[in-house]
């Protein structure tokens, strides 16, 4: 089956020709292209048995490789089953405006900075109202910039459980349908980035001139913002499901890539406008990897945050007390190596040697990169 890895390595040279990225940007190229080859060294096992021996390459560990994420998916996964609470769960969405888009592009950190921001105080703000839940809540925020044709898409995906802790120290339920109304949360969600905007206005690339900028606030509040509340999930089960789906996911992963030929690239879709039908779209590959590229994220900035009781300033006491008030049990987050992982991915032990089937792998010797060798 084709790869992502087979589109950069036939084509991002002569995209690299046309175009000069950042040097993060150049950085995640290079990466993608060489994961698990030998540009990148590796090492050989040999079975104490049979003697088979076994090559393999090390990974990018890039964020961006779809082929790096699955260790570190579950590893987080895992990590993140003992903060779970034994009440129902929500996942909210908050999206910027297409108005937006170019602005954000010209200035991804503070922006994208702005929207995690603005959407985790609408959150906090409208949780902690009386009308609404009159507790504290805490809720895991992640970034994500694509929509399914690889498009630029800046929106927030929120897990948010439902119920807070109160100022007397007592566990909230929420109504078992969303607590926030969406358009409450959209009205503020609008008013708080805009404010937002207006602080930061001197640093944003395009905001200097005034009438630019009256005319742009003017667009924005005359538009409806869109904040989506999706039905509750089933099981603390289920939550974990998601988590693992969207922590990680780069702008494609491997399994939606259909066919590499002629210079062009096909891959399936979805079409939420077309009653969510799947599809396949097919572009010249210079085009497929300028918006797979429109992706990568600035350097070093966390895109999966934690805010309220789950915050790491408060977590270890405040989590702890609605553990309790809750009746959750007790998860113990176990270390396993990356061949336990595996088993557990797949199912197949992979320190087990397929020549004899009987022995097992022990490292004969390693080999480092060309460029450090």
Known sequence: MPELQDVFRLYADDYLAKVKPPPHVHKAIRAIQSCRTAALGGHVDSCGECGYQKISYNSCRNRHCPKCQALSKERWVMAQEANLLPVQYFHTVFTLPRELDELVMGNRAKMFNLLLRASSETLKRLALDKKHLGAETGFTSILHTWGKNLHFHPHVH????????????????????????????????????????QEIRHKIQGLDDDDTWRKLLQTLYAKDWYVYCKRPFKTS???????????????????????????KVAFKWRDYKDRSREKIMTLEANEFIRRFLLHILPPGFTKIRHYGFLASAVKKTKLALCKRL????????????????????????????????????????????????
């Open 237 to 263: 089960h289920s939550v974990l499901q998601y988590l693992g789906r969207y922590t990680h996911r780069v702008a494609i992963s491997n399994h939606r890539m259909v066919s590499i030929h002629g210079g």
């Open 158 to 197: 929120i897990i948010i459980p439902g119920g807070g802790l109160t100022g007397i120290g007592k566990w909230q339920k929420s109504r078992k349908k969303f607590f926030i109304p969406v358009k409450v949360m959209a009205k503020l969600f609008r008013g708080k980035f805009l404010a937002g905007l």
């Open 326 to 373: 809750t009746g959750a049990k007790i998860v113990e987050v176990v270390k396993l190596s990356a061949a336990e992982l595996m088993e557990r991915l797949t199912g197949r032990n992979i320190a087990l040697c397929p020549g004899c089937g009987i022995g097992h792998f022990d490292l004969a010797w390693t080999r480092a990169p060309p460029i450090l060798a």
